[in-house]
């Protein structure tokens, strides 16, 4: 068979359509990674399409076509940095066996890695949850309730069928007890980790008192009586 027989035949057996869909989607991958870092570095209104373009080498008119709006590349943003932080159960086994609040003690104990380890992706979250208007931010809290991103809802019926969460209480309420409760426990350290100068310096000691006292407290909430 000529070579010339041998490249049609690979020509035919290739789908157009389907290089072309990777071509996108590598695109996309490209420009959602570069706002990760823009809006992270920036914030929500300090960060200008125009500069994620040209960091990229594309026109600006390429990422509304991609995302429609600012405000949809940031949600494309937000949801991959929230898909790449731990979810409850990605903790060790031997923690997941100590139990639900044991787990819970475990990620409250490592909230310094989102500053030192997953600041980039964190601070998107902080953005997303803190710092965009009200349309935007329906639309996080939409993108949060519907995939539960952080698997809380599997933890919660967990921690109900092992008999250690209140189930006179409904497991959505319970979810959401934890997520609220959790999150701002967690964005109140961390913001101490940055300004240290806005806070008394808290000591390893301190720390570690504030997160056995945190658990106590949601135990007295949601734990089984």
Do not use: C
Request: zero cysteines; aromatic letters at 8%; a neutral charge.
């Amino acid at each position: 068979m000529s070579e010339v027989v041998k490249a049609q035949g690979r020509t035919r057996g290739r789908d157009p359509g389907s290089a072309e869909t990777a071509r996108l989607g590598t695109k996309r991958e490209a420009l959602v990674a570069a706002a990760i870092r823009a809006f992270a570095e920036h914030g929500y209104e300090g960060t200008r399409v125009e500069a994620i373009a040209g960091e990229l080498g594309i026109a600006k008119g390429s990422v509304f076509a991609h995302f429609g709006s600012k405000a949809g590349l940031f949600l494309a943003a937000y949801e991959a940095a929230v898909r790449q932080l731990p979810r409850w159960q990605d903790a060790p086994p031997d923690v997941l066996a100590a139990g639900f609040f044991a787990t819970v003690r475990y990620w409250l104990d490592r909230t310094g890695h989102l500053v030192r380890e997953d600041w980039t992706v964190y601070r998107v979250t902080l953005v997303g949850n803190h710092g965009t208007d009200l349309a935007l931010k329906r639309d996080v809290v939409r993108f949060l309730a519907d995939e539960d991103p952080y698997g809380t809802a599997a933890f919660v019926a967990e921690g109900m069928a092992r008999g250690e969460v209140r189930d006179d209480l409904s497991p959505a309420l319970v979810t959401g007890v934890l997520d609220w409760l959790a999150e701002r426990f967690q964005d109140a350290q961390v913001s101490e980790e940055l300004d240290p100068g806005l806070f008394r310096r808290a000591t390893p000691a301190d720390r570690a008192r504030r997160v056995e006292e945190f658990v106590e407290l949601l135990r007295s909430a949601i734990g089984r009586r």
